[in-house]
């Protein structure tokens, strides 16, 4: 019997098929692992993200901003006497979380803080004047009606924890870099 093109004991035809085969789940194996790499770099608004400044002149007693770096908000609000009077004289109330004021802040009138309720993410109100800040004066989630009090520790409701103060510092009396 004769070998023909299409005989199946062609041993030429079969390692092509099988090189063929090989080199197909390769390629597919390789795109795979590009594509499970790249889900797990940052995208590029949270990698270039990482600090932001922020201007202080102009924001009003008793207001604040919120500014946003990538996917965060930050509080940036400046206290009136009265709420610095409050946050202090509240160190030594009953707290889930005690912490005194002066750790909060690296300078009394400044308050910032991380806008992301330790409950469940939430971006709690009373930055900005005008918006509802709680019992206490200071911030409300109004996801779960946590509430915070004027140096964004926890005082009521189901967040386990005070407000985050993210890492910032003084650039100059104008001006404050976060991050």
């Known amino acids: 019997m004769a070998d023909t093109p299409n005989d199946v004991a062609n041993p030429d035809r079969r390692n092509f098929i099988v090189l063929s085969t090989m080199a197909m789940a390769g390629i597919g194996a390789a795109s795979a692992g590009v594509a499970l790499v790249r889900t797990m770099t940052p995208t590029r608004d949270v990698a270039g993200a990482g600090q932001i400044e922020v201007v202080l002149d102009g924001i009003a007693e ?87 009090d004027t140096s964004g520790r926890i005082r009521k409701g189901p967040s386990p924890d005070n407000l985050p103060v993210p890492k910032y510092e003084f650039v100059s009396d104008e001006m404050i870099k976060i991050g």
Not at 64 to 73: D, E, L, S, Y
Not at 99 to 126: I, N, S, Y
């Open 62 to 148: 008793g207001s604040g901003i919120v500014a946003t770096a990538g996917r965060k908000k930050y509080s940036v609000r400046r206290r009136t006497a009265a709420e610095i009077e409050s946050a202090v004289a509240d160190d030594n109330a009953p707290m889930r979380k005690p912490q005194p004021d002066a750790e909060r802040v690296l300078r009394p009138e400044w308050l910032v803080l991380r806008l992301q309720c330790p409950h469940l993410g939430c971006p709690p109100q009373g930055t900005v004047a005008g918006e509802k800040r709680g019992e206490f004066g200071g911030f409300f989630c109004p996801c779960h009606n946590s509430q915070f």
